[in-house]
Protein backbone atom coordinates (compact mmCIF):
# COMPACT_ATOMS: atom_id res chain seq x y z
CA UNK A 1 0.00 0.00 0.00
CA UNK A 2 1.38 3.42 -0.96
CA UNK A 3 -1.01 6.14 -0.08
CA UNK A 4 1.00 9.21 -1.01
CA UNK A 5 1.92 7.75 -4.25
CA UNK A 6 -1.16 6.97 -5.08
CA UNK A 7 -2.35 10.45 -4.00
CA UNK A 8 -0.03 12.17 -6.05
CA UNK A 9 -1.34 9.60 -9.11
CA UNK A 10 -3.96 11.17 -9.29
CA UNK A 11 -2.79 14.79 -9.49
CA UNK A 12 -4.64 16.74 -6.90
CA UNK A 13 -4.07 20.84 -6.29
CA UNK A 14 -1.42 21.75 -3.51
CA UNK A 15 -4.11 22.63 -0.72
CA UNK A 16 -6.20 19.38 -1.25
CA UNK A 17 -3.09 17.18 -1.06
CA UNK A 18 -1.74 18.94 2.25
CA UNK A 19 -4.90 18.32 3.74
CA UNK A 20 -4.72 14.38 2.47
CA UNK A 21 -1.47 13.87 3.72
CA UNK A 22 -2.13 15.41 6.91
CA UNK A 23 -5.81 12.91 7.35
CA UNK A 24 -3.22 10.05 6.26
CA UNK A 25 -0.60 10.55 9.21
CA UNK A 26 -2.98 10.30 11.50
CA UNK A 27 -4.22 6.56 10.50
CA UNK A 28 -1.54 4.42 11.81
CA UNK A 29 0.33 1.95 9.59
CA UNK A 30 -2.47 -0.88 9.91
CA UNK A 31 -5.23 1.37 9.58
CA UNK A 32 -3.44 3.06 6.22
CA UNK A 33 -2.91 -0.97 5.65
CA UNK A 34 -6.76 -2.46 6.19
CA UNK A 35 -8.64 0.43 4.67
CA UNK A 36 -6.22 1.13 1.60
CA UNK A 37 -8.68 0.18 -1.10
CA UNK A 38 -11.12 2.61 0.56
CA UNK A 39 -7.82 5.33 0.75
CA UNK A 40 -7.41 4.98 -3.05
CA UNK A 41 -10.65 5.99 -3.70
CA UNK A 42 -10.51 9.61 -4.92
CA UNK A 43 -14.14 9.79 -3.65
CA UNK A 44 -12.64 8.89 -0.23
CA UNK A 45 -9.34 9.07 0.36
CA UNK A 46 -7.65 9.34 3.62
CA UNK A 47 -10.03 12.24 4.63
CA UNK A 48 -12.72 10.31 3.57
CA UNK A 49 -11.52 7.24 5.88
CA UNK A 50 -10.90 9.42 8.95
CA UNK A 51 -14.38 10.60 8.46
CA UNK A 52 -15.53 6.93 8.58
CA UNK A 53 -13.70 6.00 11.46
CA UNK A 54 -15.39 9.13 13.28
CA UNK A 55 -18.67 7.85 12.36
CA UNK A 56 -21.59 6.38 13.71
CA UNK A 57 -24.36 4.11 12.47
CA UNK A 58 -27.15 2.21 13.78
CA UNK A 59 -28.14 -0.73 12.10
CA UNK A 60 -32.20 -1.57 13.38
CA UNK A 61 -32.79 -5.19 12.02
CA UNK A 62 -29.87 -7.97 11.82
CA UNK A 63 -31.59 -10.24 9.11
CA UNK A 64 -31.04 -10.59 5.51
CA UNK A 65 -30.21 -6.70 5.05
CA UNK A 66 -28.77 -6.00 8.13
CA UNK A 67 -25.68 -8.64 8.04
CA UNK A 68 -24.16 -7.55 4.70
CA UNK A 69 -24.74 -4.07 6.01
CA UNK A 70 -23.24 -4.35 9.28
CA UNK A 71 -20.02 -6.04 7.76
CA UNK A 72 -19.37 -4.04 5.06
CA UNK A 73 -20.13 -0.93 7.57
CA UNK A 74 -17.47 -2.92 9.73
CA UNK A 75 -15.40 -4.19 7.13
CA UNK A 76 -15.07 -0.34 5.84
CA UNK A 77 -13.71 1.37 8.87
CA UNK A 78 -17.05 2.91 10.22
CA UNK A 79 -15.58 3.76 13.69
CA UNK A 80 -18.93 2.62 16.14
CA UNK A 81 -21.71 0.47 14.63
CA UNK A 82 -25.21 0.36 16.79
CA UNK A 83 -26.66 -3.24 16.15
CA UNK A 84 -30.73 -3.38 17.19
CA UNK A 85 -32.66 -6.63 17.09
CA UNK A 86 -34.47 -8.35 19.58
CA UNK A 87 -34.35 -11.98 18.48
CA UNK A 88 -32.77 -14.83 18.87
CA UNK A 89 -31.19 -16.99 15.86
CA UNK A 90 -33.43 -19.39 13.48
CA UNK A 91 -32.31 -22.00 12.17
CA UNK A 92 -34.15 -20.72 9.14
CA UNK A 93 -32.49 -17.77 9.24
CA UNK A 94 -29.42 -18.64 7.86
CA UNK A 95 -30.16 -19.17 4.51
CA UNK A 96 -29.44 -15.34 4.21
CA UNK A 97 -28.41 -13.88 7.40
CA UNK A 98 -24.69 -13.94 7.16
CA UNK A 99 -23.95 -12.36 10.15
CA UNK A 100 -25.21 -15.50 12.00
CA UNK A 101 -23.79 -19.06 12.01
CA UNK A 102 -25.24 -22.68 13.09
CA UNK A 103 -23.38 -22.45 16.48
CA UNK A 104 -25.65 -19.75 17.37
CA UNK A 105 -29.14 -20.89 16.78
CA UNK A 106 -31.07 -19.99 19.72
CA UNK A 107 -28.69 -17.00 20.97
CA UNK A 108 -29.27 -13.52 21.05
CA UNK A 109 -28.96 -11.94 17.29
CA UNK A 110 -27.27 -9.01 18.85
CA UNK A 111 -24.61 -11.78 20.75
CA UNK A 112 -24.23 -13.46 17.29
CA UNK A 113 -23.65 -10.26 15.73
CA UNK A 114 -21.28 -8.31 17.59
CA UNK A 115 -18.90 -11.71 17.41
CA UNK A 116 -19.23 -11.50 13.88
CA UNK A 117 -18.37 -7.79 13.57
CA UNK A 118 -15.73 -8.08 15.71
CA UNK A 119 -13.86 -10.56 14.32
CA UNK A 120 -13.80 -8.87 11.12
CA UNK A 121 -12.83 -5.50 12.67
CA UNK A 122 -11.90 -5.67 16.34
CA UNK A 123 -10.48 -1.95 15.86
CA UNK A 124 -14.35 -0.66 15.92
CA UNK A 125 -16.53 0.43 18.65
CA UNK A 126 -19.97 -1.98 18.74
CA UNK A 127 -22.90 -0.92 20.46
CA UNK A 128 -26.03 -3.20 20.95
CA UNK A 129 -29.44 -3.13 21.84
CA UNK A 130 -30.77 -6.50 22.19
CA UNK A 131 -34.78 -5.60 22.59
CA UNK A 132 -37.44 -4.89 20.14
CA UNK A 133 -37.30 -0.97 18.67
CA UNK A 134 -40.49 0.68 19.72
CA UNK A 135 -42.05 3.83 19.90
CA UNK A 136 -41.12 4.35 23.53
CA UNK A 137 -37.19 3.88 22.93
CA UNK A 138 -36.46 4.70 19.10
CA UNK A 139 -35.43 8.16 19.81
CA UNK A 140 -32.99 7.36 22.76
CA UNK A 141 -31.78 4.82 20.48
CA UNK A 142 -31.12 6.86 17.14
CA UNK A 143 -29.68 10.18 18.86
CA UNK A 144 -25.91 8.80 19.15
CA UNK A 145 -25.95 8.18 15.32
CA UNK A 146 -25.01 10.06 12.63
CA UNK A 147 -26.87 7.51 10.23
CA UNK A 148 -29.51 4.80 10.23
CA UNK A 149 -29.98 1.95 8.62
CA UNK A 150 -33.05 0.17 8.48
CA UNK A 151 -33.22 -3.57 7.91
CA UNK A 152 -36.52 -4.45 9.35
CA UNK A 153 -38.67 -6.72 7.56
CA UNK A 154 -42.51 -5.05 8.88
CA UNK A 155 -43.96 -2.15 7.17
CA UNK A 156 -45.10 -0.95 11.07
CA UNK A 157 -41.32 -1.07 11.88
CA UNK A 158 -40.11 1.12 8.61
CA UNK A 159 -42.78 4.01 9.35
CA UNK A 160 -41.58 4.22 12.90
CA UNK A 161 -38.26 4.15 11.76
CA UNK A 162 -39.14 7.05 9.10
CA UNK A 163 -41.21 8.89 11.47
CA UNK A 164 -38.33 8.82 14.41
CA UNK A 165 -35.78 9.35 12.07
CA UNK A 166 -37.57 12.48 9.98
CA UNK A 167 -38.35 13.86 13.24
CA UNK A 168 -35.13 14.15 14.31
CA UNK A 169 -33.17 15.12 11.15
CA UNK A 170 -31.19 11.99 11.49
CA UNK A 171 -31.03 10.66 7.85
CA UNK A 172 -31.37 6.91 7.42
CA UNK A 173 -31.43 4.43 4.19
CA UNK A 174 -34.50 2.40 4.42
CA UNK A 175 -34.85 -1.34 2.20
CA UNK A 176 -37.09 -3.79 1.88
CA UNK A 177 -37.16 -7.28 0.04
CA UNK A 178 -39.12 -10.17 -1.25
CA UNK A 179 -38.63 -13.30 -3.48
CA UNK A 180 -36.36 -11.90 -6.37
CA UNK A 181 -37.37 -7.94 -5.55
CA UNK A 182 -35.38 -5.55 -3.19
CA UNK A 183 -35.94 -1.74 -2.93
CA UNK A 184 -34.39 0.93 -1.27
CA UNK A 185 -34.10 4.52 -0.85
CA UNK A 186 -32.60 7.22 1.60
CA UNK A 187 -33.89 9.74 3.17
CA UNK A 188 -31.81 13.10 3.52
CA UNK A 189 -33.04 15.58 6.20
CA UNK A 190 -35.25 18.42 4.05
CA UNK A 191 -35.81 16.14 1.23
CA UNK A 192 -38.55 13.80 0.87
CA UNK A 193 -39.40 10.25 3.12
CA UNK A 194 -41.15 7.35 2.61
CA UNK A 195 -43.89 8.52 3.99
CA UNK A 196 -44.04 10.48 0.79
CA UNK A 197 -43.81 7.29 -0.82
CA UNK A 198 -45.76 5.00 0.72
CA UNK A 199 -48.29 7.30 3.27
CA UNK A 200 -49.20 5.01 5.15
CA UNK A 201 -49.58 1.21 6.76
CA UNK A 202 -51.52 -1.29 4.55
CA UNK A 203 -53.81 -2.70 5.54
CA UNK A 204 -53.13 -6.28 7.73
CA UNK A 205 -52.59 -8.97 5.33
CA UNK A 206 -52.54 -6.43 2.55
CA UNK A 207 -48.89 -7.02 1.76
CA UNK A 208 -47.05 -10.14 0.91
CA UNK A 209 -44.15 -10.98 3.72
CA UNK A 210 -41.34 -13.26 3.16
CA UNK A 211 -42.26 -15.22 5.58
CA UNK A 212 -44.98 -15.93 3.22
CA UNK A 213 -43.82 -15.73 0.00
CA UNK A 214 -40.19 -16.20 0.29
CA UNK A 215 -36.52 -14.75 -0.31
CA UNK A 216 -33.82 -15.00 -1.95
CA UNK A 217 -30.42 -14.40 0.05
CA UNK A 218 -28.84 -13.47 -2.46
CA UNK A 219 -30.97 -10.66 -3.06
CA UNK A 220 -31.37 -9.87 0.44
CA UNK A 221 -27.30 -9.58 0.35
CA UNK A 222 -27.15 -6.93 -3.06
CA UNK A 223 -29.96 -5.01 -1.29
CA UNK A 224 -28.19 -4.81 2.09
CA UNK A 225 -25.25 -4.12 0.32
CA UNK A 226 -26.69 -0.89 -1.05
CA UNK A 227 -27.56 -0.01 1.86
CA UNK A 228 -24.08 0.17 3.58
CA UNK A 229 -22.99 1.36 0.26
CA UNK A 230 -25.85 4.86 0.93
CA UNK A 231 -24.11 5.21 4.21
CA UNK A 232 -20.88 5.03 3.29
CA UNK A 233 -21.75 7.58 0.62
CA UNK A 234 -23.63 10.11 2.80
CA UNK A 235 -20.72 9.99 5.62
CA UNK A 236 -18.04 10.59 3.42
CA UNK A 237 -19.84 13.00 0.86
CA UNK A 238 -19.08 10.76 -1.96
CA UNK A 239 -21.64 10.93 -5.25
CA UNK A 240 -25.01 11.29 -4.64
CA UNK A 241 -27.28 9.10 -2.34
CA UNK A 242 -30.69 8.06 -3.05
CA UNK A 243 -32.44 10.72 -1.78
CA UNK A 244 -36.15 11.10 -3.47
CA UNK A 245 -35.36 8.16 -5.59
CA UNK A 246 -36.32 4.92 -5.10
CA UNK A 247 -34.42 2.15 -7.09
CA UNK A 248 -35.99 -1.06 -7.22
CA UNK A 249 -34.23 -4.50 -8.13
CA UNK A 250 -35.25 -7.15 -10.10
CA UNK A 251 -33.24 -10.19 -9.73
CA UNK A 252 -34.84 -12.43 -12.18
CA UNK A 253 -34.63 -9.87 -14.60
CA UNK A 254 -31.59 -7.94 -13.45
CA UNK A 255 -33.05 -4.61 -14.24
CA UNK A 256 -32.53 -1.79 -11.19
CA UNK A 257 -34.82 1.38 -12.05
CA UNK A 258 -34.11 4.15 -10.54
CA UNK A 259 -37.67 6.33 -10.24
CA UNK A 260 -37.64 10.16 -8.13
CA UNK A 261 -40.51 10.67 -6.34
CA UNK A 262 -41.81 14.09 -4.90
CA UNK A 263 -41.74 15.54 -1.52
CA UNK A 264 -45.85 15.48 -0.48
CA UNK A 265 -46.34 18.93 1.00
CA UNK A 266 -49.54 16.99 3.25
CA UNK A 267 -46.98 14.52 4.40
CA UNK A 268 -47.88 13.81 8.25
CA UNK A 269 -43.78 13.09 8.21
CA UNK A 270 -42.10 15.14 6.89
CA UNK A 271 -44.70 18.08 5.34
CA UNK A 272 -45.75 21.80 6.57
CA UNK A 273 -48.40 20.13 8.64
CA UNK A 274 -46.46 17.52 10.41
CA UNK A 275 -46.60 18.11 14.51
CA UNK A 276 -43.58 15.85 15.10
CA UNK A 277 -42.81 12.23 16.59
CA UNK A 278 -45.60 11.41 19.01
CA UNK A 279 -44.86 7.57 20.40
CA UNK A 280 -48.46 7.18 21.94
CA UNK A 281 -49.65 7.18 18.15
CA UNK A 282 -47.87 3.96 17.41
CA UNK A 283 -48.48 0.58 19.22
CA UNK A 284 -45.69 -1.65 20.64
CA UNK A 285 -46.18 -3.96 18.08
CA UNK A 286 -44.35 -1.34 15.40
CA UNK A 287 -41.38 -2.87 16.16
CA UNK A 288 -38.35 -4.50 14.38
CA UNK A 289 -40.42 -7.92 14.25
CA UNK A 290 -39.22 -11.13 13.71
CA UNK A 291 -39.92 -12.49 9.85
CA UNK A 292 -37.94 -12.85 7.37
CA UNK A 293 -35.38 -9.69 7.07
ZN1 LIG B 1 -42.53 12.81 3.93
Redesign the pocket.
Known amino acids: MAPFNSLSRRGRGGSCLTNEINAARVLTSDQLTRYSRNILIQEIGPIGQKKLLASRVLVIGLGGLGSPAALYLAAAGVGTIGLADGDQVELSNLQRQILHVTPNIGRPKVDSARRAVLALNPEIKVRVFGERVTAANILGLIQDYDFVLDGTDSFAAKFLI ?1 DAC ?1 SQGKPFCHAGVIRFQGQLTT ?1 SPGR ?6 FEELPAPGGAPTCGQEGIVGAVAGVTGGLQALEAIKYLTNAGTVLSGSLLTINGLTMEFRKVKFP ?2 PA ?5 AG ?1 TGFNPSLYSNSSAASQGCR
Do not use: E, K, T
Open positions: NVYPCYRCLQNCSACGS
